[in-house]
């Protein structure tokens, strides 16, 4: 028995170094080191936040203004350190300011065109917005500077007047492979977006690449008081924001639970029931619909979260009129019919579920009526290609138009249209489609029946809340 002691003793041993040692490698690799240049975060209708990095411990400064040549505000950091994040307050809606950071010894960074921020419109604003979408942008290289590039060159040559080249940035998670640290972060964020960081803030999605290391939560400042329009969330892992009459939910499927009477789920309900703008746009990490390099029919892929979110997410998003539902994780495009009520598998997708199938694939038009949105349809895009492509069968029934191509989406929200590009690495638009909300619109469409809601007490969904 003495050597089944002995035994036992060095496992236990064994155990005790890798995982000091795991939590060395995750420590050290979330640091924040080096020097990184200013960013926006958190732009509220009143305020914004700069942040930025120095090799030495200053007191950050920013000097500001509406007039480029007259930065003739000032806001002081309250504290002295490496990383720095100033907040300003007492902004206008809709309004660009320049800016230079520094600190109390002089401006170092900043002071040029590429330099501004723009705080958002107020709540209910009609007003255009146009929105960049990437997804799984974490490996830095030619594939994502080619997305990069083709995006910048399409929205010159498609200005809006008046108005920024952006107004929302929004990633779709894994925005640092392989394990999120912040060498990997700065290689695929930092040095491959320098200029647009400077001036547009980013909406990160947490994907299961970036859960690898503590980095994510240490780069981002995210509205968890509800700063930026909704319910507050008290987390930075899923928050809300609301553009003009645009309203953007930001999920965390990779930690937080989908189950019934979660945290997220109550905050997700809350939210959803005080939402009054015209559009709703969700988005997180996990597709609910995908045959990509991931199966949103298989529940031992990813952890089951894929059928988990079908089954608990979609009828709450659906019940509230979500309009268009963005995923990355698998990396392609895959980009569903305007659909209601499919939370089963793909096998069990029929033409009933579709509330329209827009008559040409590659150029679709839908259309929802104007009021009473509940049920009403929704579009699933899948955007998991900005920066790699996989190879994957992309036959999912719900899905008409999916490609093994890299890419990002752009999407213009005009009034009551909503109009959505696909566009590749060579600068091609390959998928377009619209939504349009029309007033005394009757699709014809059935809507939801008992036996496709799901069942509270069905194995699937039995076996989902043992694994939470």
């Known amino acids: 028995m003495i050597w089944i002691w002995r035994l036992f003793k060095f496992l236990i041993l064994l155990v005790v170094i890798y995982a000091t040692a795991r939590f060395g490698v995750v420590y050290f690799g979330s640091q924040l080191q080096g020097e990184r240049d200013p960013y926006i975060q958190l732009p509220t209708p009143a305020s914004v936040v700069l942040r930025w990095q120095t090799l030495e411990n200053r007191m950050g400064v920013v000097r500001y203004g509406v007039d480029e040549d007259h930065l003739n505000l000032t806001a002081l950091e309250d504290e002295v350190g490496k990383e720095h ?253 305007l659909i209601d009520c499919a939370y089963g598998g793909s096998a069990d997708f029929g033409p009933n579920r579709i509330v329209s199938d827009g008559v040409e694939h590659h150029n679709a038009r839908y259309i929802k009526p104007e009021q009473d949105k509940t049920h009403s349809g929704t579009v699933y895009v899948v955007d998991g290609s900005s920066s790699k492509v996989d190879v994957a069968p992309i036959n999912h029934p719900a899905m008409p138009v999916s490609m093994l191509e890299a890419g990002s989406l752009i999407i213009d929200i005009d009034g009551d249209t909503l109009t959505s590009r696909f566009l590749n690495d060579k600068g091609e638009v390959k998928d377009e489609f619209s939504i349009t909300q029309q007033a005394g619109y009757d699709s014809g469409y059935a809507g939801c029946t008992p036996d496709s809601t799901p069942v509270a007490n069905d194995a699937v969904t039995q076996q989902a809340s043992e694994t939470e």
């Not at 640092?176 to 547009?200: E, H, I, M, V, W």
């Not at 979110?309 to 268009?324: N, T």
Request: hydrophobic share 35%; aromatic share 12%; glycine share 10%.
């Open 85 to 337: 994040s100033v907040k300003i307050d007492g902004l206008d809606p809709d309004t660009r300011y320049y800016y230079e950071v520094g600190d109390i010894g002089g401006y170092s960074r900043g002071g040029t065109s590429k330099d501004w921020f723009r705080t958002l419109p107020m709540p209910g604003t009609e007003r255009p917005a146009r929105i960049w979408v990437i997804g799984d942008s974490g490996q830095p290289g030619r594939v994502a500077d080619d997305v990069r590039d083709s995006m910048e060159q399409w929205v010159a040559a498609n200005p809006r007047r008046g108005l920024p080249a952006l107004d929302v940035w929004i990633d779709l998670g894994d925005l640092a492979y392989t394990s999120g640290t912040d060498k990997q972060f700065q290689a695929a964020l930092f040095d491959t977006y320098p200029d647009l960081l400077r001036n547009t803030a980013l909406w990160p999605v947490y994907g299961n690449h970036d859960a690898r290391r503590w980095t994510y939560f240490r780069l981002f400042t995210l509205p968890e008081h509800g700063e930026a329009g909704g319910v507050a969330s008290a987390t930075e892992h899923y928050y809300s924001f609301t553009f003009g009459d645009v309203h953007f939910v930001i999920l965390d499927s990779e930690s937080s639970s989908v189950a019934r009477g979660s945290n997220m789920v109550e905050w997700l309900q809350r939210d959803l029931d005080k939402n009054r703008s015209e559009w709703l746009i969700a988005a997180f990490h996990h597709p609910p619909y995908s045959k990509g390099s991931h199966d949103s029919d298989d529940y031992s892929d990813s952890g089951g979260r894929m059928v988990d979110i079908r089954r608990h997410l979609l009828p709450i998003l659906e019940a509230a009129g979500v309009d268009l539902v963005l995923s990355g994780h698998s990396h392609m495009y895959e980009r569903s019919y």
